[in-house]
Structures are given as C-alpha cells and as structure tokens.
C-alpha cells in the first residue's frame, strides 16, 4: 500500500504563499501544510485553515531567516542586529552545539512556536523545520522532547532515495549529500525512537523549488509502498523575502494539473495528512480514483 502526504511549506509567510495553500487543497491534491507562526500573513492562514478542516495542518519551526516569536532580547545568540533570526546557519550552528546558552535560548524559542501553533486551536498534525534544520542534533532532540508536550506524533525526516529520482529523471552529477544524510537517518532515528511517526521516503529536497508537472505526476507514478511525503513551496507568484529562483507559480499549477490527478488514480494509492495514517486505525481518504472527477473535486 502507498500512502502519500502532499504538503506546503512556509504556510503564512506571504498572502501569496496562503492563496496557494487554499487554491492547492481545494482544487487539487494538497493535503497538508506547514504554518510558520510567527511569519507575516499567519493570521491569515490560520484563518483560511479554519475554513478548510480537511488541511492538515502542523508547525514550520523558524530558527533562521525569520520572525521569531519571542522578543529579541530574550534571544541573544539567534538574532542579527534587526531582531530577525540569523542567516549564518553554519556559526548559528556550530554556537547552538558548543553553547549552553544558545541551547536553552533555542528550546526557548520553540517552546514559544508550539505554544504560538496551540493558540490558534488547529490540531497539530506534525512538524518541520525551516530549511530543514531540525537536522542539527540539538535541535532535533529539542524538538522531540518539547513536541511531546504538544500532542506532537508526526515529523519529516527529509530522506529522499535517488532511486526513484532517477525513474522520474535522468541526470548525470547527482552527488549523494553524504553529511545530511547522515544527520537525517540520525534525526529518523531520534523521532521513531521518542514515537513519532516519520515517513519512509521524503521527497522535496532535489527539486526544492522546482517541483514541476512532469516531476510530481513522475514521483506520484513512482512511488514505493510505505508512507511517503512530497513537499512543495506552491505561491502565486514571488512575495518579499521568497527564494530566488523558486519557481513558485509552477509549483501550485503542478498540484491542480490534471496529469498529477491522474498519477492519483491509483488503486493502491491514498492521500491524506500525518494524522490520517498514524495507527492502523487512522481513516485514510482515497486518492481521486473512484469514478470521473472535476478538479474542484479532488480533495474536499
């Protein structure tokens, strides 16, 4: 059996990035994303999730390029001279290893976002972090230990096999990111080991930014059985503080294109959030195989 989480990241960071979100899950496959509470349109999103209950919502924790959501004063070694949370991941995190205080400013800090997400009421389907860096070790143990107390049961491990990357496209130079890996398989390691559903495969990391139609439908078509997740940055367009180069527009047209909705009709196949598959009693929603289906249809 195939299970397949879709998600968006960086859900509130932009109007833009929200219109997505909803156009995504209303008229195509999206199932799922990740709010950045302390980002500049999380009401809005919040809001606009309220009136999707079948999104999946979980926390997008910022530790880096953001808003945090405690006072910079109380964040010392994780914020620039504006307050903001530091760019320089690697100082960043080599001072989050080797610093008691930057520890406990960081546990701070996150405690404050799930604290932020149990606020807005949504339940809290699983957890991320922003660029992924959760993979530093202290952060990921900070994560696990505070998301316990969060009803947390679901996060990404960002473990993608080349394997099928390969099936979809064909290219030369693709260097395995050896460091990464490894902090990933560690960080799987950590969350399985503390109860926390992780999925077998992610897929996202090679084409972040550039997930266009052929690449989803491919990945879709694809898939091997287990829980997998594939995640998107979809917007309508680029919004102040979007990644250059992001290919932003194509991403969301990608997830409401008829050909990913084909890929879906696949018997084996179900789409859902985090918390349809945690337990072997969990309900699971179909993928838009079950009769002739207008786009708007998709998902509920």
């Known amino acids: 059996m195939k299970r397949l989480i879709v998600t968006a990241d960086d859900f509130g960071a932009a109007r833009e ?37 079948a999104l999946r919502v979980g926390l997008h924790v910022v530790l880096v390029e953001g808003r945090p959501v405690l006072p910079a004063a109380r964040l010392t070694h994780l914020v620039d001279g504006n307050g903001m949370l530091r760019s320089d991941m690697a100082a960043l995190g080599a001072a989050i290893a080797f610093r008691g205080q930057a520890q406990a400013q960081v546990a701070a800090e996150i405690t404050a976002q799930f604290e932020a997400f149990r606020a807005t009421g949504l339940s809290l389907d699983h957890c991320n972090a922003h660029k992924h860096f959760h993979l530093h070790p202290v952060v990921g143990a900070l994560i696990a230990s505070i998301g316990a107390r969060f009803g947390l049961r679901a996060a990404r491990a960002p473990i993608e096999p ?34 926390i559903v992780v999925p077998d495969h992610v897929f996202g ?21 287990g829980l997998s997740e594939i995640y998107l940055h979809p917007a309508t367009g680029p919004y102040p503080g979007s990644a250059p180069g992001y290919r932003y527009r194509e991403e969301l047209d990608a997830l409401v294109a ?27 929603r179909p993928g838009p195989s079950h009769g002739a289906m207008s786009k708007g249809s998709l998902l509920p």
Request: hydrophobic share 45%; glycine share 8%.
């Open 17 to 53: 990035v929200n219109e997505a979100v909803e156009a995504a899950h209303r008229s195509g496959i999206l199932t799922a994303a990740s709010l950045m509470v302390s980002a500049p349109e999380a009401a809005d999103a919040v809001a606009r999730a309220r009136r999707m209950p």
């Open 162 to 195: 080349r394997r099928v990357l390969r099936r979809v496209e064909r290219q030369r130079g693709w260097a395995p990111a050896w460091l990464s890996g490894a902090f990933a398989l560690l960080l799987r390691r950590r969350l399985r080991a503390a109860g």
């Open 205 to 225: 990391l090679r084409w972040s930014g550039q997930m266009t139609t052929q690449r989803l439908s491919g990945l879709i078509r694809n898939l091997p059985d």
């Open 258 to 284: 008829d050909e990913v909705a084909a890929a879906c009709r696949d018997a084996s196949l179900r789409l859902g959030g985090f918390g349809d598959f945690l337990g072997s009693q969990a309900p699971s």
